[in-house]
């Protein structure tokens, strides 16, 4: 059954520019639902990825309220925030961050040992992660060896690795074409279906956007349309 995992209420983050306030975030209140695909659309600027960090706990609201499993999260310290993150989220930044001397599968597994997870669940792990992201072939390549696509294919497999309850994707699909777009949205709507992940992504493109179960339009830093599929 499906229920509420993230909850914002009038979410806020402001900057200070001399005597003017400008507001990257101002009074978001949102849903995210577990097991679906969640889809922060909007133009550049629009406050994308300034809302997806208050929700994976990468940066805290000037105002505001974040709820994270039933629980107040909004000023929970750095160590507790650095924890649910460990554990509980996994994240896709725009820059992949792979290691660029590491292979696919030692990416992968460097994540979890940051994570703290054993040697021999983590070499069963990457296997696994690699075949659910259709690599299992390009194990041994270096990132330089592979495209684009298949790369940020990588990407995601260290983020789900450990098992996270959330990913968070930042514009995964925005140096790709369309297809290869698609492809890895479709990885995402897998995930949610065999490892039961919540998926929450940011994302200007329109051809992406309808494959969301909730959709959240921002402008300025509001939101100002919801769908729901």
């Known amino acids: 059954m499906s229920e509420i995992l993230i909850k914002t209420k009038e979410l806020t983050k402001k900057y200070t520019v001399g005597n003017k306030d400008i507001y990257a975030l101002k009074n978001v209140s ?102 659910k992201v259709g690599l299992s072939k390009r194990a041994s390549h270096m990132p330089a060896e592979l495209s684009g696509g298949e790369q940020q294919r990588v990407a995601i497999a260290r983020a789900i690795a450990h098992k996270p309850r959330v990913l968070f994707a930042d514009e995964p699909t925005a140096e790709l074409d369309t297809k290869t777009g698609v492809n890895i949205v479709n990885v995402f709507l897998d995930l949610i279906t065999n490892e039961e992940i919540t998926v929450v992504m940011t994302t200007h493109d329109p051809a992406l956007i309808e494959l ?17 599929s």
């Open 212 to 228: 969301g179960n909730r959709i959240y339009t921002l402008s300025d830093g509001e939101v100002t349309d919801e769908k729901r």
């Open 30 to 131: 949102l849903d995210i639902v577990s097991g679906n695909l969640t889809i922060l659309c909007g133009r550049s600027g629009a406050g994308k990825t300034t809302l997806l960090n208050q929700l994976c706990l990468l940066d805290r609201p000037s105002d505001g309220e974040l709820f994270f499993d039933d629980k107040n999260v909004t000023n929970i310290d750095n160590c507790h925030r650095d924890d649910i993150r460990r554990k509980e989220f996994g994240i896709v930044f725009q820059s992949l961050a792979l290691m660029p001397y590491m292979t696919a599968e030692e990416n992968i597994d460097f994540g979890m040992r940051i994570a703290g997870i054993d040697t021999s669940e983590r070499l069963e792990r990457v296997k696994e992660c690699l075949s």
